[in-house]
RNA sequence: GGUCGCGUAGUUCAGUUGGUUAGAACGCCUGUCUUACAAACAGGAGGUCCACAGUUCGAGUCUGUGCGCGACCACCA
């Protein structure tokens, strides 16, 4: 057996598992095998970059439910995919572009830039799910979607459609956060606020009558953006402020324009205490005053920019000059005209793009909604849908607490934009066009004498009713005078609001999908799709019903043919062939009621609860009218050790791969579940790792300037790098080494062919250690199986350490259950550690050796055969335990085993008393598939367990005896326990373990036996050891740590007296619980007096 | 400002419904290359469970207040 290497090599194990399991289809997921169904749909990466932490532990959480499961029996399907995250992947290939060819997206135009976008996005996804699969993520790779794919773009139009014709889709104006360089809005998540160095200058308007001429008073106000008074419509006051109660009603004028504005006074705009008390109002470019706009619209509202952010015709003079020069060129005039009074300098919050990095504006413009409140007749909205779910239990989030985020998010029902000024993504569906003299319907089917039903679709245009007239403020009163909504049901495919804007009727027609022929008449006739794109999250709030082939319910969703292709051989049974129906859909798609068997998880992390998952019961619910999943599961955030979010830009990120290539996928999937438990955060401290002799360096904090970033502690040289001087390097700590490198930082791009320090983390070590030790032990078991022949093992061949490693693994079965299906990974990560190191290997392999080790005669090989046989059945449970975990380790394991071990005794599972314990079975061919243990309850015995630790604590002392006295392990020792017959009697019967595993020699044991002098000894509860160490005893010391140990048991006496001599605790507290202390005590009282004994015979 | 979470050994974390002498890993100290494993083995040191008050026979655990840290949402002339 030498050919088993000493260490794991992860590396080998992980090139040839993955692709034996994609071959052998063991991911595959389909309908029609009666297993019940199980399902996770994976949160979408974003094909933006590459794949970070985050997504190491999400993925890591949703393979160990869908390994788990699948091992039970569930026809598992863990649906992949990617995002094509419109701003985000649309910017980035948009800065590249820029840098590299120095083009903007209008130079390329509108299809030249999807093109490229579409070849990023090849580049990338491949990467992603190549990163994905070195992690053995066991998704249905066949099924792998992209939320731009046709099955997606399909169920995206057809809710548009839906919602549209429902009226739950309207147009309406909103300030949004416009990105000036990317001329685009970009939603409140993908803002980031930064404190800027600005100025907070003071102005005045003086006061003029109705004439315009000045009364001679001023209004003083403040700001940090002079430019937007061009646009300012009012000047706004407390109502109850007396200082200027007497100017409200009049109006003063925009120096700088001579614009005429009225002074009124608005309670929630204006704060006596702020300031001078008195505020402009600029509606279009900053939301406070917006709103206050909508209270008082008779002030109006003036747009002063273009989308580019420089002015527009309001600008006047400075019409076309970019607004941060307007800001100067207004000040500038304003002191010139006399109303300048002051500047001072202030540190301002400053809302940036996190896509452009730029500030982004408050901007007023046309978007597109989807309605979330109730309808008018008080029937629930999408939003109070979406509440109902989670509150009748119906979807379930573990931990339950993050169900309040849910709630009250939703709970805000504000309305949901859902356009983008993007071109890469989802285009909306809808035609703009003025209303055709022959009507609307007309121009679609043609004129009334060619066709039947024209009469009837004339009908239709002529009793359109207005069936929602929103006047929350989110349309534009002179430009939306109310939505039209025809009764859709005999045109099917084509459904229209009707606008008023500028005397006339316009159009806006939403096709559903699939019409072309539909979309060129309206070309045709003059109408304009809409520029815009949609949401991202619009899309991806369809994933769970979208990915499985809705709204399509005839057929099945097609698979990925190369994904197909890499399947030599597919072991499924099930008929591929297109069907009649779209069984995947109805199979996976999760179902309300829990009897049928199905179950389903989203696994996701905190952030996206109300972008993602609220949206995706939203949509399941108005789509499916079924909630798309049963459960949430939302898992912790990594942090770095400094109690930061791991980002990019902050340098402290580490790379999953990196992680991979070091400590094997396996080890870094254990060591993530090791810390996935239910709290919020996570704690992962960094270090950089010298590339010359891969020393470790701590991180520290580095200012520069409003940023924060990380760097190493020992950085020599500074940031930003001046012009041609050579990058900061990091010196190594190592004395040997000392080299300086290079390392990983958001603040330069290495030179290339150069070493990087990485960064990396030592916490894996936890779970490469583990992998480690678990090879070992199984290898161990490998070396000791000659002469294995498989049979059944009947309970009065067991000995005690058998019987006792069943009863743990019982008990260690059961809790991994309970621990999985509460998405508690910490937890059953350490109860599978714990058992695997600290007992099985600790303890249960120590103890067979003597076993496994004799070979002569009948009897002896008996023995030998029992021990090999539980061996093998606790290595086999093991494996499979561990294999949602560690899966790479265990097929290399299983498949070793495998061919030595072909057949091996299992649990039976039996209810017959007298049936074996163990009963041999052939093997899987991969513990992929596998089952997963089923080991008998009854197996779990206390007492056992029980008389088992005291053995243990025996050999505990006396190793504690041998380590003190600096006892070579080869030398044998004497040992004498004073204990009760029936104790004694146990010791007797395995006394050959005391020798086995501390090589003491059990000489006597039992009630009448009588300290030596000149030993070492040791108090348990029940008994009392000597060792005789004649001439090693140091007898001061021994002394001394007897006192010690007389010292605490005193100390801990005294607590428990003091408790049974309050009479409130023994009247007031549970019988057993003061049974228990008076127990506790006495046996402490007998121990102290063992000890004292000895400390006499000592003195 | 609102909501949620966290504060336990040098570090990272466990600690079920309150109830034996508060645990683990890493690090540290002392031995050991003992025939599976030095990425290991054996032994050990190390804690006023953030503070104060309350509930209780009993608080790391429950309640309140304070301090410190973090996240999300809202806001910031």
Redesign the pocket.
């Known amino acids: 057996m030498s050919e088993i290497p000493?260490?794991?090599d992860?590396q080998s194990a992980q090139q040839e598992w993955f692709p034996f399991w994609e071959q052998r289809g063991y991911f595959n997921a389909d309908p029609g095998t009666g297993k019940p169904p199980h399902t996770i749909m994976i949160p979408l990466p974003n094909v933006t970059g590459a794949l970070h932490m985050g997504h190491a532990l999400n993925g890591t959480c949703q393979d160990l439910i869908t390994r788990w499961r699948r091992m039970q029996g569930y026809e598992a399907l863990w649906m992949p995919g990617t995002d094509h995250a419109g701003i985000a992947t649309q910017a980035v290939v948009e800065r590249r572009m820029l840098e590299e060819e120095g083009l903007t997206r209008h130079d390329v135009g509108r299809e030249a830039l999807v093109n490229r976008i579409w070849k990023w996005k090849e580049v990338y996804e491949k990467r992603i799910v190549s990163q994905q699969k070195s992690f053995g993520a066991s998704c249905d790779w066949r099924r792998i979607r992209f939320t731009l794919d046709d099955v997606c773009a399909k169920a995206v139009r057809h809710t548009f459609f839906k919602m549209f014709r429902d009226g739950l889709i309207y147009r309406g104006k909103r300030l949004v956060n416009w990105d000036t360089f990317l001329q685009t809005a970009v939603a409140?998540?993908e803002v980031f606020?930064e404190d800027i160095d600005g100025h907070?200058w003071t102005f005045n308007y003086p006061v003029v009558d109705e004439s315009g001429a000045p009364t001679g008073e001023l209004i003083r106000?403040?700001?940090?953006?002079p430019e937007t008074m061009l646009g300012d419509t009012a000047v706004?006051v407390?109502p109850t402020d007396e200082r200027y109660t007497a100017l409200v009603g009049k109006s003063v004028k925009i120096p700088v324009n001579d614009r005429v504005i009225p002074i009124i006074a608005d309670a929630l705009?204006?704060?006596?205490?702020?300031?001078?008390?008195?505020?402009?109002v600029t509606p279009a470019h900053?939301?406070?005053d917006y709103a206050c706009y909508l209270r008082n619209p008779h002030i109006g509202i003036i747009n002063i920019l273009n989308p580019d952010g420089t002015l527009n015709e309001y600008g006047q003079e400075w019409e076309g000059i970019d607004r941060l020069a307007v800001r100067d060129k207004v000040i500038e005039k304003m002191s010139n005209l006399g109303h300048f009074e002051g500047v001072e300098d202030r540190r301002i919050?400053l809302?940036h793009s996190d896509r452009s990095k730029t500030p982004v504006e408050p901007y007023l413009s046309d978007q597109w909604f989807v309605k979330m409140d109730d309808h008018a007749d008080g029937k629930p909205g999408l939003a109070q849908m979406a509440m109902d779910a989670v509150e009748d239990g119906r979807v379930r989030f573990f931990p339950s607490?993050?169900a309040?985020?849910y709630l009250?998010?939703l709970g805000?029902k504000?309305d949901w934009c859902i356009s983008r000024q993007l071109w890469w993504g989802h285009r909306i569906p809808v035609w703009t066009g003025k209303m055709h003299e022959k009507g609307f319907m007309n121009l679609l089917v043609g004129e009334p004498s060619g066709n039947p039903d024209s009469k009837a679709l004339q009908a239709i245009d002529a009793k359109a009713e207005v069936k929602v007239n929103y006047s929350d403020g989110s349309s534009d009163s002179e430009e939306t005078s109310g939505t039209r909504v025809v009764d859709a049901n005999s045109i099917r495919d084509v459904t229209f609001q009707t606008v008023s804007r500028d005397g006339e009727t316009w159009i806006l027609a939403c096709v559903d999908d699939g019409h072309p022929e539909l979309e060129a008449k309206l070309e045709a006739a003059g109408f304009e799709q809409d520029p815009d794109v949609l949401d991202t999250w619009f899309s991806s709030a369809l994933w769970p019903h979208a990915t499985l082939g809705w709204p399509d319910i005839d057929h099945n969703p097609p698979l990925n043919e190369e994904e197909l292709a890499k399947q030599t051989a597919s072991p499924s049974t099930v008929d591929l062939q297109p069907s009649t129906e779209n069984t995947v859909l109805n199979t996976f798609y999760p179902h309300e009621t829990p009897a049928d068997g199905n179950h389903s998880v989203l696994i996701t992390s905190?952030?996206i609860?109300?972008?993602w998952v609220a949206r995706m019961v939203l949509t399941g619910l108005y789509n499916m009218r079924d909630i798309p999943f049963r459960h949430v599961h939302v898992h912790?955030?990594i942090?770095d050790?400094?109690?930061?979010?791991m980002s990019k830009s902050k340098g402290n990120g580490v790379d999953p791969l990196d992680l991979i290539t070091k400590?094997?996928a396996d080890?870094v999937r254990f060591s993530i579940a090791?810390?996935a438990?239910?709290?919020?955060?996570?704690?992962?401290?960094i270090s950089y790792e010298c590339p010359h002799c891969e020393t470790l360096i701590p991180p520290k904090l580095y200012k520069l300037g409003a940023m924060t970033v990380v760097v190493p502690t020992t950085l020599k040289g500074e940031f930003p790098v001046p012009q041609g001087q050579p990058k900061p390097t990091l010196a190594c700590t190592n004395k040997k080494c000392k080299q300086e490198s290079q390392f990983s930082t958001p603040l330069y791009d290495p030179e290339p062919n150069q070493p990087v320090a990485a960064v990396v983390s030592?916490?894996f070590?936890?779970g490469?250690?583990?992998?480690?030790?678990f090879w070992?032990?199984a290898?161990?078991a490998m070396?000791?199986l000659e002469g294995y022949q498989p049979g059944e093992v009947t309970a009065d061949q067991l000995q005690l350490e058998d019987q006792w490693i069943l009863s743990r693994l019982s008990t260690v079965a059961h809790q991994m259950n309970e621990y999985l299906s509460r998405y508690?990974f910490?937890?059953a990560t350490?109860a599978i550690?714990?058992f695997t190191?600290?007992e099985f290997?600790?303890?249960y392999?120590?103890m067979i050796?003597p076993r496994l080790r004799k070979k002569e005669g009948a009897e002896q090989s008996e023995e030998r055969a029992v021990a090999q046989r539980v061996l093998l059945a606790v290595l086999d449970s093991l494996v499979r335990l561990l294999q949602p975990f560690t899966p790479f380790i265990c097929e290399e394991l299983w498949q070793r085993l495998k061919e030595i071990a072909g057949e091996r005794a299992l649990p039976n599972a039996s209810a017959d008393a007298n049936a074996a314990v163990l009963t041999p079975q052939a093997c899987a061919d991969s513990v992929v598939i596998a089952n997963w243990p089923d080991v008998p309850r009854s197996w779990q015995d206390e007492s056992l367990e029980k008389r088992f630790a005291q053995l243990q604590d025996t050999?505990?002392a006396i190793?504690?005896v041998?380590?003190?006295y600096?006892l070579?392990?080869?030398v044998p020792v004497k040992l004498l326990m004073r204990t009760t017959p029936d104790v004694a009697q146990e010791m007797q019967s395995v006394a050959s373990q005391f020798d086995n595993l501390?090589k003491a020699v059990l000489e006597a044991a039992g009630a009448d036996v009588e300290r030596p002098s000149g030993s070492a000894s040791f108090s348990l509860?029940n008994a009392d050891g000597f060792i005789p160490l004649e001439g090693l005893i140091d007898r001061e010391a021994e002394l001394a740590r007897q006192q010690k140990e007389a010292d605490?048991?005193r100390k801990?006496i005294k607590?428990?007296e003091g408790?049974l001599n309050?009479e409130?605790?023994t009247?007031?507290?549970?019988a057993e619980?003061v049974e228990?202390?008076r127990?506790?005590?006495a046996?402490?009282k007998k121990?102290l007096q063992s000890v004292e004994e000895i400390i006499e015979d000592l003195s």
Not at 221 to 225: E, G, I, V
Request: aromatic residues 10%; glycine residues 8%.
């Open positions: 000493k260490h794991y992860p409140d998540d606020e907070f106000f403040a700001t940090t953006r706004c407390h705009l204006a704060d006596k205490e702020k300031g001078t008390g008195a505020v402009k900053d939301p406070n919050p809302k607490r993050y309040k985020t009250d998010w805000e504000r905190r952030d609860i109300t972008l912790p955030k942090l050790g400094f109690g930061q979010t400590y094997g080890a090791s810390f438990g239910e709290t919020q955060d996570v704690r992962l401290p030592e916490r070590e936890y490469r250690n583990f992998c480690n030790k070992n032990a290898r161990f070396m000791n508690q910490d937890a350490r550690r714990d190191w600290n290997c600790d303890w392999l120590e050796k050999i505990i190793r504690n041998r380590a003190i600096n070579p392990p080869g501390t509860g605490t048991l801990h607590g428990h408790k309050n409130s605790f009247a007031k507290a549970p619980v228990q202390v127990e506790t005590l046996g402490l121990q």
